[in-house]
């Protein structure tokens, strides 16, 4: 569904994403990383937002610079910023979406994906009246109106209570089950490891592992977790400074 060769993408003498090589199937991707790391930028890439400075990105077989409206056709990108008209109820946001879409028999389409998102008793209120998770789901709901074949999720369970990140995990779960391709990016490692079928570590612009969270674990060792892979495989500020962590703490132990 995704296929990634060789991209990089730089802004001036800042490199963001470089040489990145990467293909994702059907499945729960999660694009893993430290803030900075070069995540949004792929992701930008992906849904043709943004023109890679070299290499090659495909999305459903699609070039995303020479076939961007073909690319944006097929999928559908939910940023970390809310994407809905607190103005409007919740009807009339997914309504905008499939007037946009063009999508046909947009009043029983709109209905399907509103009951979806067990929105329906709430699709008359104004978005304003949502909790963060209402709108969340809302979210999805346009998200889905014209069926896409990949779904791109940026922080998708971000400043939501327990409850709220637990259904929305279970619509991305439906989703996959009925055949979507999910492209997700998180700072939440433990719903990463529970959840996505495989995920990438992205650090200075480059994937420094990949695969599934439990080969991935198996790798550092027992009673490992997901959070101990990413310290492995990110440096921090202070590591990249020089910064010598265990040294510090062996000097304090003397002192």
């Known amino acids: 569904m995704i296929e990634?060769?060789?991209?990089?993408?730089?802004?001036?003498?800042?490199?963001?994403?470089d040489n990145l090589d990467l293909d994702v199937g059907n499945e729960i991707f999660g694009l893993l990383g430290p803030n900075g790391a070069g995540k949004s930028t792929t992701v930008m890439?992906?849904?043709t937002l943004l023109k890679p400075s070299s290499g090659t990105a495909k999305v459903c077989g699609y070039d995303v610079v020479r076939d961007s409206k073909k690319v944006r056709s097929k999928i559908s990108y939910v940023p970390q910023d809310m994407a809905v008209d607190r103005k409007l109820t919740g009807r009339e946001n997914v309504m905008l979406f499939a007037k946009l879409y063009g999508v046909p028999n947009r009043n029983s389409k709109v209905d399907e994906v509103l009951e979806m998102m067990a929105l329906s008793d709430r699709a008359g209120d104004?978005?304003?009246?949502?909790?963060?998770?209402?709108?969340?789901?809302?979210?999805?709901a346009q998200a889905l109106v014209h069926e896409p074949e990949v779904l791109f999720l940026d922080e998708p369970t971000?400043?939501?209570?327990?409850?709220?990140?637990r259904k929305i995990w279970e619509h991305i779960r439906m989703l996959k089950a009925e055949g979507m391709t999910i492209f997700m990016t998180t700072h939440y490692l433990e719903e990463a490891?529970?959840?996505?079928?495989?995920?990438?570590i992205i650090d200075k612009g480059r994937i420094t592992a990949v695969g599934s969270p439990e080969n991935l674990i198996s790798c550092i060792g027992e009673n490992a977790s997901l959070n101990d892979v990413f310290l492995e495989k990110v440096k921090t500020p202070?590591?990249?400074a020089g910064f010598n962590s265990t040294q510090y703490r062996?000097?304090?132990?003397?002192?």
């Open 45 to 47: 890439i992906l849904t």
């Open 250 to 255: 062996n000097l304090l132990r003397r002192r």
């Open 238 to 240: 202070e590591e990249q």
């Open 193 to 200: 490891e529970k959840y996505c079928n495989r995920v990438a």
């Open 126 to 140: 104004l978005v304003k009246t949502y909790s963060g998770g209402m709108r969340r789901r809302l979210e999805l």
């Open 158 to 165: 971000l400043g939501l209570d327990i409850s709220g990140r």
């Open 4 to 17: 990634i060769k060789k991209l990089s993408r730089s802004f001036g003498n800042l490199i963001a994403v």
